[in-house]
């Protein structure tokens, strides 16, 4: 069995201590310590037995740690990541990578300098929903995809910490809204040709406290993104419509639900009531010209992403999240708010 890599953990809050809690059961790093600026959260450590070092640079220079993981607010990425790499650390941020393209492209550069792994934590590709429905999508068991619909709901506002402001890289766009929108572009591809978004401001006016997102490919498929968090009844998870059938999953917690088109004519369609009126365009289906039917959810391990991740320090493997789909995010990020700024769709380039 390989010797695990030690790993380090700069900046122990909620998700330095995920990353910390998942190191201490991992069968492919054991956890060397954690440093974050504030003497409580060392002292914190401390008390739980682990390490916690006097400084970062303390931390950096410990030649035993192999990779650092980097979980401190938004606008902190860039400096500790690069101070890593130029120590000679394989080097994972959390998400979102950065703040801007041309300081994502002065982190690749260090990690191509320094010849080490350079990586951003898109844990939310291991979300049973998301790969039930890329499992969908792949599979082309409804056709041709034309639209994806991607929703998170939630009824609490943004939270009330650095996520709230401005210069520390809040707001949903940046805290849901890169998860959802590699989740899309996993399932859909990594070049769209332009997207278009809408802000809310209802419980914060400083960063977005919601959006909608439409992404348009030079085919004709769609995919709208959407995050909410002032919604008290939340809408599907998840709806992929394709040319004979749909696909849909209500919350996380549920399976997905597909429905395929196995006969388009039927012989005679009867109107039907609705509301005030007849339809026959809006006649439901029956079982006579459907199929019904639920998958089961996928297999999924999370930590499968620092498996990979010390495969690929190792020259085994190529690592999942490339510095290409890094970019390809990225990028639609900064469209995104480019087209807030100006209220049209973006060409993205």
């Not at 492919?28 to 914190?44: H, N, P, T």
């Not at 990586?119 to 995809?145: P, T």
């Not at 490919?217 to 008290?232: C, H, K, M, S």
Request: aromatic share 8%.
């Amino acid at each position: 069995m390989a010797t695990k890599k030690r790993l380090a953990v700069i900046g122990y809050g909620g998700m330095g201590g995920w990353h910390v809690d998942r190191a201490l059961k991992s069968d492919v790093v054991e956890l060397a310590g954690i440093y974050d600026i504030k003497a409580e959260r060392r002292d914190l450590a401390e008390s739980r037995g682990i390490h916690a070092y006097a400084s970062r640079e303390e931390l950096l220079n410990d030649p035993s740690i192999d990779l650092v993981t980097v979980a401190v607010p938004n606008d902190m990425h860039e400096e500790i990541i690069i101070d890593a790499l130029n120590h000679g650390k394989n080097a994972l941020s959390e998400k979102p990578v950065t703040l801007s393209m041309a300081s994502l492209e002065r982190m690749i550069a260090a990690a191509e300098k320094n010849h080490k792994i350079f990586s951003v934590h898109q844990n939310r590709r291991w979300d049973v929903d998301y790969l039930a429905m890329k499992q969908v999508y792949d599979s082309g068991e409804i056709g041709k995809v034309i639209n994806l619909e991607s929703r998170i709901h939630g009824s609490r506002g943004i939270p009330s910490d650095w996520r709230g402001i401005k210069q520390y890289g809040g707001g949903m766009l940046y805290d849901w809204g890169i998860h959802l929108i590699d989740q899309a572009m996993m399932i859909m591809g990594h070049d769209p040709k332009s997207v278009y978004c809408r802000f809310d401001h209802i419980t914060n006016q400083e960063v977005d406290d919601g959006f909608k997102l439409f992404l348009d490919y030079a085919d004709g498929r769609n995919a709208f993104i959407e995050v909410g968090t002032l919604n008290f009844q939340a809408m599907p998870r998840f709806y992929m419509r394709g040319e004979t059938g749909t696909a849909l999953i209500t919350d996380w917690r549920e399976k997905c639900k597909v429905v395929k088109c196995t006969h388009w004519h039927e012989n005679e369609v009867l109107p039907v009531q609705t509301a005030a009126g007849l339809t026959k365009t809006m006649a439901p289906r029956d079982e006579l010209t459907t199929q019904t039917y639920e998958i089961e959810k996928p297999a999924s391990d999370v930590h499968d992403y620092y498996r990979n991740l010390c495969d690929a320090i190792d020259g085994k493997a190529t690592q999942l999240v490339t510095h290409e789909q890094m970019r390809a995010v990225l990028n639609v990020i900064m469209c995104a708010f480019q087209s807030v700024e100006t209220g049209a769709p973006v060409e993205i380039k």
